[in-house]
């Protein structure tokens, strides 16, 4: 929970002093990439194991990556 808390702050912090419009077109961008990244995490879950196969993946890695939460975003670091 720590983490999450954490996000918040800093994302509250990069968000000061803008106008609205640019903290509205911000969420929003936030948003889809949050969508973005669970619609990814899914399809990679719906894969059989001879198309995980072809990209190098085992079942245990793909659980462990669709398991994720959606804002966990490995772009963001």
Do not use: C, N, T
Not at 2 to 21: E, H, T, W
Not at 36 to 65: F, H
């Amino acid at each position: 929970m720590k983490s999450q808390k954490g996000y918040v702050l800093a994302s509250s912090a990069r968000l000061r002093g803008r106008r609205p419009l640019e903290i509205l077109r911000a969420v929003a961008l936030q948003l889809r990439r949050w969508w973005q990244l669970a619609e990814q995490r899914r399809r990679l879950a719906m894969l059989d194991d001879a198309a995980l196969k072809d990209i190098g993946l085992s079942r245990g890695d793909v659980m462990q990556e669709s398991e994720r939460p959606f804002w966990d975003d490995p772009q963001a670091r």
